[in-house]
Nanobody
């Protein structure tokens, strides 16, 4: 059964760190672009970071560059998002998503409608207190 399950969210103080995990079952990480998205209360979903394992390529939105790192563990079929120097504006529900065709830039910049992305997880909440 195909599933994307996020974990690792929680409450952290400003300046702190969290590592999110996206455990993937039912598909091969190497075949898919995996992306982390977030949605803050009252705001639209936005792409945060994306990875295409087969190409060794990654993409980050400008506001998280230098603070967030995306990585994957093929043996565990898991994609991680290491978040450091967290700010209150990082507070959001974080989702992971997978798509067979879309590249990292198109996925993270949401060139296509969100509904067109193949698979989504249910999200994990990150709250950064100031």
């Amino acid at each position: 059964q195909l599933q994307l399950v996020e974990s690792g969210g929680g409450l952290v103080q400003s300046g702190g760190s969290l590592r999110l995990s996206c455990a993937v079952s039912g598909l091969n990480l190497n075949d898919y672009t995996i992306g982390w998205f977030r949605q803050a209360p009252g705001k639209e979903r936005e792409g945060v970071s994306c990875i295409r394992s087969s190409e060794g390529s990654t993409y980050y939105r400008e506001s998280v560059k230098g603070r967030f790192t995306i990585s994957r563990d093929n043996a565990r079929n898991t994609v991680y998002l290491q978040m450091t120097s967290l700010k209150s504006e990082d507070t959001a529900v974080y989702y992971c998503a997978a798509d067979l065709i879309v590249g990292i830039q198109d996925m993270c910049e949401m060139t296509y409608r969100l509904e067109s992305i193949d698979y989504w997880g249910k999200g994990t909440l990150v709250t950064v207190s100031s």
